[in-house]
Nanobody, 124 residues
């Protein structure tokens, strides 16, 4: 059971990136989430999507700029990040959690599986 995040990189302020998180095994029964972390700080919630795919949740700091989605046929979740700001610079982690059908876990302790991080740097 593994999660593999990709899509990070260097982008200018105002730019966009799309992160992907592919899962081995069957993750369609799990809620999926994205977190980020900068040095010296705790991992913070970014976005989550329910098992159903019909319910999403976002941190206030990214609401209106980031969009989380999932493709259950490909066991993959995406994070579309638009209007990026320097404060979005962080290592981004994807995660998966057992949850009820419409629930969107928003704390790291609720997640059972974690991928390796992918670095996102927003800088001119």
């Amino acid at each position: 059971v593994q999660l593999q995040a990709s899509g990070g990189g260097l982008v200018q302020p105002g730019g966009s990136l799309r992160l992907s998180c592919a899962a081995s095994g069957t993750f369609n029964s799990l809620a999926r989430g994205w977190f980020r972390q900068t040095p010296g700080k705790e991992r913070e919630f970014v976005a989550a999507i329910s098992r159903s795919g019909g319910v999403t949740a976002y941190a206030d700091s990214v609401k209106g700029r980031f969009t989380v989605s999932r493709d259950n046929a490909k066991n993959t979740v995406f994070l579309q990040m638009n209007s990026l700001k320097p404060i979005d610079t962080a290592v981004y982690y994807c995660a998966a959690a057992g949850a009820s059908f419409y629930y969107t876990p928003q704390t790291s302790s609720e997640y059972n599986y974690w991928g390796q991080g992918t670095q996102v740097t927003v800088s001119s």
